[in-house]
């Protein structure tokens, strides 16, 4: 039976959550990353990786918006 878990990064803006994800989930290179810095996330980024018998599904999150993400939009903490 597949295994459903889910993994959120949030934080303040600026902080590194996005360059997380692409170095540990999507395999690009820190040093890349730090010379060509990404844009700033807006709203929700999610993707679903399946390892074997897991499929984990990662959000990162716009630090911009975390007024929102602890009020408005909590839903997000909700495992479906
Ligand atoms: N020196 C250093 N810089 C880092 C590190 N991780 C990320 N950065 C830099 O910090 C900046 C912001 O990184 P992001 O991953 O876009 O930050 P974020 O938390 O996703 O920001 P938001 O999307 O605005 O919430 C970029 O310029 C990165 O290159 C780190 O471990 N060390
Ligand atoms: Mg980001």
Known sequence: MVETKKVLFIGPSGT???????VF??????LKLLKNTL?????INSSIYSFFELDL???DLAG?????????????????
Not at 39 to 43: H, I, K, L, S, V
Not at 64 to 80: A, G
């Open 57 to 59: 599904g990662v959000f």
């Open 39 to 43: 844009d700033p996330t807006r709203g």
């Open 16 to 22: 590194g959550k996005s360059t997380i994800k692409n």
């Open 25 to 30: 989930f999507e395999m690009v290179c820190p």
């Open 64 to 80: 911009q918006e975390n007024e929102d993400w602890f009020s408005k939009d909590s839903d997000i903490f909700i495992i479906r």
